[in-house]
């Protein structure tokens, strides 16, 4: 097993102040960064941010959570202090679930949950599906488990992805631009309505570095690009079908419904959850916005704990780290 937990520190906020360990999972062009919360001997479970967040999505959520958890959040590939996937190289759904695979084998878990919000829950059902008898319990927040595409528009989304790198590379002086602290709270808050301002300052512990003449932001720039790993309706419905854990699926009602970028995904994710339903899984809707589990984390954290200790906390579930 390797050494993957470095440091102690602390969070600090008018909710809690926990120790927290800092982690660090080598990868073949890095590392994975993250955070650990909880007892050594707790049930493993890990925890996968949403597109362009990072791990402290989670900050707010799990000091709410059942103490008995070893929560496992991390900072995907490009994102928040993880390192940058190598030149040339596409972020993907798959990409970022072998990189699940990386962690969990370097931690050397081999059974555990997965709590995910929206792309890390889509990130989440593909890995839960691929690996069915590692996962016993998957939280989907705001989340769908999978993000159908009608295979009419592969061709166009396959096509944007690749003028998108191509643009990107070609461009030898692109640059990141250098912010103020103040403005870069203003740009994320203009371009993410569902984030309070709050959750701004915390998202940025591992969004922004500091530069000289300011801070820029701490995600590759590659990240804005089109995801080119699709799965049609029919796809997505089959992966669904081989996950063998239970589901709790927690949508917001003013969230991801209202922010589909392709007219067809919203009824191709309400097929999902009807299928959901029909597998006696559990799907409720909180108010909120598509980040209240982060903004608002007291609105959705009793469907998580009860779900966690009905369906993971038991003396036949107990793993290590």
Known sequence: MIRALKGVRHLHSSKVKRAVSELSVPVPWGEIRGQVWGPDGGHPVLCLHGWADNCGSFNTLIPLLPKECRYVAVDLSGHGLSSHLPPGVFYSYTEYAADIYRVVDALQLKKFSIIGHSMGGDIAGLFTALYPEMVDALVLLDAFGFLPTDPTEIPKVLRQGFDQLLQFENNTEEKKRVYTYERAVGRLLAANHSLSEQSVH??????????????????????????????????????????????????????????????????????????????????????????????KPEVVAPFVSDFLRTKALSPSTSHKL
């Open 202 to 295: 915390i998202l940025f512990e591992r969004g922004l570095v500091q530069v000289e003449g300011g801070f820029v932001f701490s995600r590759d720039l590659r990240v804005n690009f089109k995801n080119i790993a699709r799965l049609t309706v029919e796809q997505s419905l089959e992966m669904q079908s081989r996950i063998q854990a239970s589901v709790l699926a927690v949508l917001a009602d003013g969230g991801s419904d209202r922010i589909f970028s392709e007219p067809a995904q919203s009824k191709f994710t309400s097929m999902l959850l009807q299928c959901l339903r029909d597998r006696n899984h559990r799907v409720v809707t909180v108010p909120g916005d598509h980040h209240v589990h982060l903004n």
